[in-house]
């Protein structure tokens, strides 16, 4: 069955630390993953989607088809950055969440 | 700028009671997805729709919950009778339907059953 897995509820880091937010997922065929992010009081939005290999905000995903993850990275956090992540695999026409992380960054 | 509004933004009611929460799609977009959000699960998919037909709502607990688009600027989510479990932050997102669309979520309905 298609899922999302992010083992992490909470990941609780200083500011100026490297940070990575786990993703993995299970896919029977090519996967196309993204990150939505969803900062206090705003909505949910897309951060960054595999296919693009784009950096947004200084973050950054590699698709890791061997380990089967798509891990959410930035080597230097900032407070902004302080928000709820959430992994997603896109299936046919829809998208299938993880459960979000939650991400805090100390000044 | 284009954004998703769902009405109403806040809900309390009693267990039993009919709920109805409604989401306007940003115009021209013709996919309308329903979300629940939940400490426990994350975002679930409910139900969506495309050209305001529904297409999956394998998500939903058919019982008591149902939705449908009257028309391609209303979407609504209905829940009757609804039950303390229900609590949650309902979500709706549109999207324009090309592949791989991105999905731009509405504020959200935080409901509270007693």
């Known amino acids: 069955a298609q899922r999302v897995t992010q083992p992490e509820k909470l990941l609780s880091v200083f500011k100026g630390a490297p940070v990575e937010l786990k993703c993995n997922y299970s896919?029977?065929?090519?996967?196309?993953l993204f990150w939505y992010v969803q900062y206090s009081r705003q909505r949910l939005q897309l951060l960054l989607r595999?296919?693009s290999r784009e950096s947004i905000k200084g973050f950054t995903a590699d698709l890791n088809k061997g380990e089967t993850s798509f891990h959410l990275k930035k080597p230097f956090a900032q407070e902004e950055d302080s928000a709820m992540y959430y992994c997603?695999?896109?299936?046919?026409?829809?998208?299938?969440f993880g459960t979000g992380t939650r991400l805090q960054v100390f000044p | 700028d284009a954004r998703v509004t769902q009405t109403p933004r806040h809900k309390v009611t009693e267990m039993g009671q009919e709920v109805t929460m409604r989401c306007q799609p940003i115009?021209?977009?013709?996919?309308v997805f329903w979300y629940r959000q939940t400490m426990m699960q994350g975002l679930e998919l409910l139900a969506y729709?495309?050209?305001?037909?529904?297409?999956?709502d394998s998500g939903m607990p058919k019982d008591r919950f149902s939705a449908e688009m009257p028309d391609a600027t209303l979407a609504t989510l209905k829940i009757q009778p609804s039950e303390p479990r229900d609590s949650a932050v309902y979500f709706c997102?549109?999207?324009?339907?090309?592949?791989?669309?991105?999905?731009?979520f509405g504020p959200g309905t935080r409901l509270l059953v007693l």
């Open positions: 997102a549109s999207g324009d339907g090309t592949y791989q669309e991105t999905q731009y």
């Open positions: 896919y029977s065929g090519s996967p196309e």
């Open positions: 595999h296919i």
């Open positions: 997603a695999l896109y299936n046919t026409d829809k998208l299938i």
């Open positions: 115009l021209g977009h013709n996919t």
């Open positions: 729709f495309r050209n305001r037909a529904p297409l999956d």
